[in-house]
Each structure stands twice: as C-alpha cells, then as structure tokens.
C-alpha cells in the first residue's frame, strides 16, 4: 500500500464542495515535507495542481484549494463542476526513504 | 514551450533490458532535477527515482534499487532510464517530470511527458 493514504473514491453534486484527504506519518507530511496535488484524466499524464501545500499554479481556477495539518494534508474543491471528474494525488518527500511519494489516488465522481 | 517527450518503450521479455528516453526542450535542462514516475495499468502513480541537475546523485524507489538507473546528458537535454531485471511487475506506462523546488522535501513535479509505455511479457 501507499506510504500516503487516500480514500479510493470521493463524490459530490455539481455545485458542491469535496474534500479529498492524505494521510502521512512522521517522516514526511508530518516532518515537514511539502504536500503537493496532481489530476489526471482517462489515458494522460497527471498535471500540476496545487504545489507547496497551498498554491496554485497558473490557469488552476481558484476552486481547487490545499491545507496540511499535523501528517495531513487536504485537496478542497468546490463549486464542483462536471470537468472535475478525475483522479487526484498527492505526493510529498519521505526523509525515511528518502524519496518521493505519492498516495494512492482517489478517483472523484461528479453525481 | 516547455516540453518533455519519452520515448523507448514497447514489449520486452522478463529478465530483460530496456532503455528508455526522455527529450527536453523549452527550459535550461541543465538547472533542474528530473524524476521517472511509472503508473501500472488500472493502479496509481508510483515514484521511480531522481537524478540531480548535475548528476552528484541518483536515488531510486525500493522496487528498482538495483536494477534501475538514472542517467542525464545535459549537453543533448536527454534524460535515460536503463532498466534491467524486468518483471511482469515493471509493466507500466513510464513518465519523465522535471522537479522544482528548493530543497528535496519542496520537490515537486511542474511538468510531465506524456508517457511511454512498457510491457514485461513472455
């Protein structure tokens, strides 16, 4: 399993706000390690979504956010819209083994 | 514009070798940090490894230590994974990523290839 834990599936209205959570340990969210959030679609590659826990790169709208607290991290979206409908993950810096490490993704469904 | 273009992948038996490619363009490749992720099919993203901008160091997931290197030519801007030891469990689609950041804990992954992909098959 994913040194980073994300739930598998997440849904929600047109409309509404998801949040889609990772879990860390101590040695990466919790030590300090940056949390970073990517989407991918059906068959691409995955895309930048918000780096260094909270910022978004340029043309990601405004709706998708990122916290930490603790050895967690969160994804928000809201005004959530059909365009949504991926796959998001997160990914940090594990100083145990050192290298780079992504949850396991969590697939969002918009009803 | 910046752009990352792998290239190398296709069918290989277990046991074998493959080398993959990865072009660079649009940035001074030289400056930045690359990582391979692989992504098995139906399955999430998984880490490969890295190799600094300068080729002072390499560091490999658990799952390829060994078996996997890293290589960089920053005067054709290419990027190299050489794979050995190939298993079923290697078959993935394989993306090159330039790191940005300022230290390995802020590392993060601003721009992706579009993939190539690897079947370890008999």
């Known amino acids: 399993q994913s040194v980073l834990t994300q739930p598998p599936s997440v849904s929600g209205a047109p409309g509404q706000r998801v949040t889609i959570s990772c879990t860390g340990s101590?040695?990466?969210?919790?030590?300090?390690?940056?949390v970073h959030w990517y989407q991918q679609f059906p068959g691409t590659a995955p895309k930048l979504l918000i780096f260094?826990?909270?910022n978004r790169p340029s043309g990601v709208p405004d709706r998708f956010s990122g916290s930490n607290s603790g050895t967690s991290a969160s994804l928000a979206i809201t005004g959530l819209q059909s365009e949504d409908e991926a796959d998001y993950y997160c990914?940090?810096?594990?100083?145990?083994?050192?290298?780079?490490?992504f949850g396991g993704g969590t697939k969002l469904t918009v009803l | 514009q910046v752009q990352l273009v792998e290239s190398g992948g296709g069918v290989v038996q277990p046991g074998g070798s493959l080398r993959l490619s990865c072009a660079a363009s649009?940035?001074?490749?030289?400056?930045?940090?690359m990582q391979w992720v692989r992504q098995a099919p139906g399955k999430g993203l998984e880490w490969v490894g890295f190799?600094?901008?300068?080729?002072?160091?390499?560091y490999y997931a658990e799952s390829v230590k060994g078996r996997f290197t890293i290589s960089r030519d920053n005067s054709k801007n290419m990027l190299y994974l050489q794979m050995s030891s190939l298993r079923g469990e290697d078959t993935a689609v394989y993306y090159c990523?330039?790191?940005?950041?300022?230290?390995?804990?802020?590392?993060?992954?601003?721009?992706w290839g579009k993939g190539t992909t690897i079947a370890v098959s008999s």
């Open positions: 649009g940035f001074t490749f030289r400056n930045y940090g």
């Open positions: 990914q940090s810096y594990d100083s145990s083994l050192s290298g780079w490490v």
């Open positions: 190799i600094r901008h300068d080729e002072s160091n390499e």
């Open positions: 101590s040695s990466n969210i919790g030590a300090g390690s940056d």
């Open positions: 260094r826990n909270n």
């Open positions: 990523a330039k790191a940005y950041g300022y230290n390995y804990a802020s590392y993060y992954m601003d721009v």
